[in-house]
């Protein structure tokens, strides 16, 4: 505690400037401690500047809604620690290439995003990796506190018949839709072609050549090849593809696979380690590359299918009988929102070709085929069909009870956490000295 005190006292790093005032021009301070765990004047100011790189207006940025999220990250990780809770490097790279690779693409390139932070790429991710490794504790420790907490049918009618009429949320203009996806059909030549081209690197790899090196050099998984191929850190059997897990859980440590198809192309998986019931691997991934005949081909096949539909045929059948989208077809085609399990969709959440393509649509319209990507980057056909447009409305609980659930549970949870933050108060040093950050309105009681 007494080290605590004079750690406060240092709060002012002053630089001697020989002028006339002899004014002290403050570099940083301390402005709050949790535990052993400090936050300084500039966190809060990085913060504002990746927020503000994502395009977010200076009335957005709130200086003490970043400081309290900081506050509850901090805490998070100092429980981390007292439950000592391990984040592995493997787990750190990984987490820091996604992000880059997302900035890079918000800046449009490497050179624009060091440009940015007037730091090399090796310099951001070095400054980045311990905040990264910070989050990934906090985001641990919070999943054990919240992500087992469910709510009620009774909880939700509860939660919903106790707002006010001014708290009840208004839902934005909405879209539900259908798809049907044709996806070419590789010739037997092309499906040799790429078959050999893998069993060729697997040889080498084999006799002797660095997995990971073949990994970088040849693999369409542009991800895991920047880390050598490796899938994360450890994976479990349900996270992985059915075909991949299969394969993948019969090798022995540091043994190569043959060749293994699924969804998403052809793979040769290397074994690591086997802990438990989880694994790490590396994989190398040859995605396939259809002909231009071969893709011509499919698209006379879903001009064909959009004759059906135009003729007789209902689209929830052909979305049965022709879509190559095993999560979609047995639905009526049917695209299910996977942030909230429901089939609405609202503007920000579709992706802006699909947007352009189903705004100008009546309900029960479809498009023409249309060429573009599915989710493993294959080129493939697609025909919307427009089921509903719901325009903004305040909720209701009959048509907006997944809406509702979501703040039900939200609520929940923030109560749990409010709970949880009150009782480590007991037991954590947690000191706020007197600042502009002092007085914020907290959603959450920090001082005792």
Request: glycine content about 4%.
């Amino acid at each position: 505690m007494k080290f605590l005190t004079i750690l406060q006292s240092i709060v002012v790093v002053c630089l001697s400037i020989t002028t006339q005032a002899q004014s002290p021009i403050v570099l940083d301070q301390i402005i709050a401690v949790i535990g052993d765990e400090m936050i300084k004047q500039s966190d809060i100011d990085n913060q504002a500047i990746q927020m503000k790189q994502f395009g977010a207006k200076d009335n957005d940025i709130k200086p003490c809604k970043i400081f309290e999220d900081m506050l509850f990250q901090k805490l998070l990780v100092h429980q981390s620690k007292l439950d000592s809770i391990q984040v592995s490097d493997s787990e750190i790279d990984a987490e820091i290439n996604r992000r880059i690779e997302m900035f890079i693409g918000e800046a449009g390139s490497l050179q624009k995003l060091e440009t940015f932070y007037g730091k090399t790429e090796l310099e951001i991710k070095t400054e980045w990796r311990p905040l990264i490794k910070e989050q990934i504790l906090a985001q641990r420790v919070q999943s054990s506190l919240t992500g087992k907490i469910e709510v009620s049918p009774n909880e939700i009618r509860k939660y919903f018949l106790g707002l006010n009429p001014d708290s009840i949320p208004t839902i934005p203009l909405q879209y539900e839709y259908a798809q049907i996806v044709i996806k070419p059909t590789l010739t037997d030549t092309e499906e040799a072609e790429i078959k050999k081209k893998l069993e060729e690197i697997r040889q080498r790899a084999i006799k002797g050549e660095n997995f990971s090196k073949l990994a970088v050099l040849y693999s369409d998984d542009t991800e895991s090849a920047k880390m050598g191929g490796l899938l994360g850190d450890y994976v479990s059997r349900g996270e992985l593809v059915p075909e991949f897990a299969a394969a993948a859980f019969r090798l022995k440590e540091g043994e190569i696979s043959r060749i293994v198809k699924t969804n998403y192309g052809y793979h040769i998986i290397q074994m690591i380690e086997l802990k438990g019931e989880k694994v790490k691997l590396k994989h190398i991934l040859l995605r396939p590359k259809p002909s231009m005949a071969t893709i011509q081909n499919t698209g006379k096949k879903a001009d064909s299918v959009y004759a059906l539909l135009r003729d007789t045929l209902k689209f929830e059948r052909a979305a049965l009988l022709y879509s190559s989208d095993e999560k979609t077809k047995y639905n009526g085609g049917k695209y299910i929102n996977p942030y909230t399990n429901s089939s609405k969709f609202e503007v920000q959440m579709i992706e802006p070709t699909i947007l352009h393509t189903i705004k100008n649509l009546q309900p029960g319209q479809i498009t023409e085929p249309i060429l573009t990507y599915d989710e493993t980057g294959m080129q493939v056909y697609k025909i919307f069909k427009l089921i509903s447009i719901t325009p903004e409305h305040k909720a209701t609980l009959l048509d907006d009870y997944q809406t509702i659930k979501e703040k039900a549970l939200q609520e929940k949870k923030q109560k749990a956490i409010a709970q949880w933050i009150a009782n480590k108060q007991e037991t954590t040093y947690i000191s706020i000295p007197n600042s502009k950050y002092s007085n914020c309105a907290f959603k959450y009681n920090w001082k005792k």
